[in-house]
């Protein structure tokens, strides 16, 4: 698989991570918040972390569109895309 880099990310691209990568900060400060509180629930963490997860799939989900986008699909042939595009998914959703 070729490695790829994000330095062909468009500036909206680029302030749509930092926008969510923001927000994860937040997200995590929130958490130690309540984790360092003396009247701990666990509902409020858990719906935190939860959160944070679905955060960080966007993130995730932006960086692979773009890989897919300008890496991938502009720079080879249906073919070599074809396997790119499975090993990633593999290796996305290895366990």
């Given at each position: 698989m070729s490695t790829a880099t994000l330095t062909n990310k468009t500036p909206e691209v680029r302030s749509k991570l930092f926008i969510q990568l923001n927000h994860i900060e937040r997200q995590i400060r929130e958490i130690r918040t309540l984790i360092k509180d003396e009247n701990l629930y666990y509902e409020q963490v858990l719906a935190q972390i939860t959160s944070s997860k679905g955060t960080l799939e966007e993130v995730s989900k932006?960086?692979?569109?773009?890989?897919?986008?300008?890496?991938?699909?502009?720079?080879?042939?249906?073919?070599i895309a074809l396997d790119e595009v499975l090993l990633l998914l593999d290796k996305i959703f290895d366990k």
């Open positions: 932006l960086v692979v569109e773009e890989y897919f986008r300008n890496d991938i699909l502009k720079h080879r042939d249906d073919a």
